[in-house]
């Protein structure tokens, strides 16, 4: 099998759930909604709203903003990259990856700019070979086609196999299996009525770079 890492950013690169607290506190200040409003947006974003046109669209109706759905969305992707981080040890073990000879990429969804955003400002693209996102790629996990692309950015194929690195059971864990790749799930104790099928559970991203999981 190839040395051909893939990685999910939001919550496996990146702690997005600790940078969306933030952006909630500061969203419940600018509009003066009250503390109890960080907690509805908290909930609601558990709830299952990934797709954030669906989320400010129940936000703009529970707290009736002014502002379109559009202005409100356009500007949390503009906030969301000044507020994520990406932890030096995290950078140092993609860094170590590829000094091992492994190629190393990115696979995420979400809109270009925000997501492009997010590696660019964290420091991430200096540390990869190269990144898949679904807004400038036209295809979403599980679909396949966005793995392809990211091991084509790698100069590798998908037919020689390797890894997956993620916290969603079905996006990460699912579409790389289907994608013929080896998994690791990294369970953040958010999915606990999906079954996964991963070859190795950790709990941290770092886990999945060291003790040789990723060769096992």
């Not at 990685?7 to 969203?27: C, G, K, Y």
């Not at 129940?58 to 969301?80: G, I, N």
């Not at 200096?126 to 679904?134: E, K, N, P, R, T």
């Not at 990294?186 to 070859?199: G, K, L």
């Amino acid at each position: 099998m190839q040395r051909l890492a893939l990685f999910d950013l939001d919550n496996t690169l990146i702690n997005l759930s600790e940078a969306f607290r933030v952006w909630a506190e500061e969203f419940a200040e600018e509009h003066e909604l009250g503390l109890e409003a960080v907690d509805w947006l908290l909930a609601l974003d558990r709830a299952g709203f990934p797709h954030r046109e669906v989320f400010f669209t129940e936000t703009r109706e529970h707290f009736a903003l002014s502002a379109s759905v559009d202005q409100l969305w356009s500007r949390y992707r503009t906030r969301m990259p000044f507020l994520v981080r990406c932890r030096p040890e995290v950078k140092d073990g993609l860094s170590q990856l590829r000094a091992s000879g492994w190629r190393v990429a990115i696979v995420t969804n979400g809109t270009a700019d925000n997501q492009l955003g997010k590696i660019q400002r964290t420091g991430l693209a200096d540390v990869v070979d190269g990144y898949a996102l679904s807004g400038i790629e036209g295809v979403r996990k599980p679909d396949i086609g966005l793995f392809e692309v990211a091991a084509q950015r790698c100069g590798m194929s998908l037919t020689r196999g390797g890894w997956m690195v993620g916290d969603h059971p079905v996006a990460d864990i699912g579409g790389g299996r289907a994608a013929g790749l080896r998994t690791v799930w990294i369970d953040r104790e958010t999915w606990s009525d999906y079954d996964h099928s991963a070859d190795h559970v950790v709990a941290d991203v770092i886990q999945a770079m060291q003790s040789g999981r990723l060769s096992q």
